[in-house]
């Protein structure tokens, strides 16, 4: 969103406030819950962007990042930085993805991809489309048993939660939600 689309929203959530009786001092935390960066990673799945609910994070101060489209059951992701600079270094970047179990989570994740040496040249490059069913040679891939696998195959119909973690002298991991197809 640009600043302003965000300072109108937050005008119009002012104005919303106002009529219903808010304090300022509430309407002041939605605005700064609005403007406040949860991550500094920029995520896709299969080409479409990984996104808050503005509303919702200015409403309880935090909303999980969703795709809005359903997945394939072979995803591609693709990341990238909105400033670089504040990541300096990175050792480590790797990826679970957790099946959806009991209106939750599962603790144990379907798979957990991570890079196939410690070599920093490497790890997942920003700017860069990963195919997860077929993991380039760098990258190494378990399953929910903690067997190698040569890359991710989703159950159909089914939700899951990506936990992307990116490691450095900043390090940064962002929980994105997917439905596959």
């Given at each position: ?13 002012g ?8 304090s ?6 939605v ?16 080409g ?17 990042f ?18 670089p ?5 990175i050792?480590?970047?790797?990826m679970q993805i ?10 144990q994740p ?16 920003p700017g ?8 380039p040679?760098?990258m ?16 159909p119909?089914?939700?899951?939660m ?20």
């Amino acid at each position: 969103m640009t600043k302003r689309m965000i300072g109108m929203a937050i005008l119009t959530i002012g104005f919303v406030g106002v009529g219903t009786g808010c304090s300022a001092g509430s309407m002041l935390s939605v605005g700064k819950n609005i403007m406040r960066k949860d991550s500094r990673l920029i995520v896709y799945v299969d080409g479409m962007p990984a996104e808050q609910n503005k509303l919702k994070k200015g409403a309880m101060g935090y909303a999980k990042f969703k795709v809005k489209g359903t997945c394939s059951t072979s995803p591609s992701f693709k990341f990238d930085f909105d400033d670089p600079a504040k990541f300096g270094r990175i050792t480590s970047t790797n990826m679970q993805i957790h099946q959806a179990f009991e209106a939750d989570y599962s603790h144990q994740p379907e798979f957990t991809i991570y890079p196939a040496t410690q070599d920093s040249n490497q790890l997942m490059k920003p700017g860069t489309v990963y195919n997860l069913g077929a993991l380039p040679s760098n990258m190494k891939c378990m399953n929910f048993e903690k067997q190698p696998c040569n890359g991710v195959t989703l159950k159909p119909g089914m939700d899951y939660m990506m936990v992307f973690t990116v490691a450095g002298d900043k390090s940064d991991s962002i929980q994105v939600l997917i439905s596959t197809k």
